[in-house]
């Protein structure tokens, strides 16, 4: 591959780093893509955005006034984590990350969960977990449609609409079979059809008339409260599951602690026909129990920047970084999560050091050695 036509490969990426472990993790990510990308033979160029609590301390926001039209001008965003004690959740959440999916339309939330070399989950046998949850992004249970009345009296109450629509439901269901069609051909729809008597039943149409044009896609649909047991009991069964807003934020967290730490886990906010840019995090919050520690597990970060590097067309770059994570892994290179007592540089360090010793390796093969 010449000279110039690596030059041409530039990517910009808006940073965020956001609250708690976030400045420490996104660091962590940027140093090991720069690695990948030295050896693969593209540049990124980094932007980095000091928003989230601590703008909103200063300035009652959460982020800039136009902060939306500034990331719009990127590839891509890469975010840390977002919130504080000290600040509701509904403050931190909806002024940053919630006004970021819904502007740039990332109806898919990409979360994929799979066991990890050197790595103990808490189930006794399974070591073969590999699976994707995608997650409708943008309407659902997350609507802003409600309110509250009659507020600090006795009879204050309180009413959330979900809003499911055909169109919501059929985009996002034809990105999970198509993605199950890739994969092995495999596809869980949760749903509580039982129980929620207009929106499930709905999803549960919508869903099955989608899938129906994917030949190759076995679709199973499972109500929610039962595909939680089985995720449990039989990980191993699931290939794709795709679910609401609210059953795919749930399902994540729970399938990411079966493989060992929920700082493992990896999410992709996208916008797949690329109108937009997408945003890559960790599913991890900000951790502020351990910020300023060291300590934190950079996996699930690291992970974020390799499906974002996927997104721009770096799949070797991806790939390489995915096994210089799974090498430091099988190293026992683990922090404290993980039953170890490594750091988070510490981490970052090894991961930097398996890709930096592939660039012979990787310059031969470009050249056709």
Do not use: C
Not at 261 to 268: M, Q
């Amino acid at each position: 591959m010449s000279g110039d036509r690596h030059s041409a490969r530039r990517h910009s990426v808006a940073v965020i780093p956001g609250d708690g472990i976030g400045i420490e993790v996104v660091p962590a990510a940027v140093a090991a893509v720069d690695a990948v990308a030295a050896v693969h033979g593209f540049t990124v160029r980094w932007t980095e955005y000091p928003w989230g609590s601590d703008h909103y301390r200063r300035h009652g926001r959460m982020m800039a006034v136009d902060g939306l039209d500034v990331l719009s001008r990127h590839d891509a965003i890469l975010l840390g984590a977002v919130g504080t004690p000290d600040i509701p959740d509904d403050v931190t959440l909806w002024g940053l990350l919630i006004p970021i999916r819904r502007q740039f339309d990332q109806y898919v939330n990409l979360r994929p969960v799979r066991s990890m070399p050197g790595v103990r989950g808490p189930l006794r046998d399974a070591n073969d977990i590999d699976l994707v949850i995608v997650r409708e992004n943008v309407e659902g249970e997350y609507s802003e449609i409600g309110g509250r009345f009659h507020r600090g009296r006795p009879e204050e109450m309180a009413i959330q609409e979900s809003v499911f629509t055909r169109a919501g439901v059929a985009r996002v269901a034809g990105y999970a079979a198509r993605l199950a069609g890739e994969r092995r051909g495999g596809l869980t729809s949760a749903t509580k059809s039982n129980g929620i008597i207009h929106t499930m039943p709905f999803w549960d149409e919508v869903v099955a008339e989608t899938v129906a044009a994917s030949p190759g896609v076995a679709l199973r649909k499972v109500l929610i409260d039962a595909l939680a047991a089985e995720l449990v009991l039989r990980p191993e069964r699931f290939d794709v599951i795709v679910a609401s807003n609210l059953f795919g934020d749930i399902l994540s967290d729970l399938a990411s602690a079966l493989t060992g730490s929920i700082g493992l886990a990896a999410s992709a906010n996208l916008n797949p026909e690329r109108k937009h840019p997408s945003l890559f995090e960790p599913v991890h919050g900000s951790a502020p129990d351990i910020a300023g520690k060291g300590i934190a597990n950079p996996v699930g970060q690291i992970w974020s920047a390799a499906l974002m590097l996927r997104h721009l067309g770096e799949e070797a770059a991806a790939r390489a970084l995915l096994d210089a994570v799974d090498a430091a892994l099988a190293a026992g290179v683990l922090t404290r999560d993980l039953g170890g007592n490594a750091s988070t540089t510490d981490f970052v360090a090894a991961v930097v050091a398996t890709i930096t010793a592939t660039a012979g390796t990787v310059a031969d093969r470009s050249s056709g050695s």
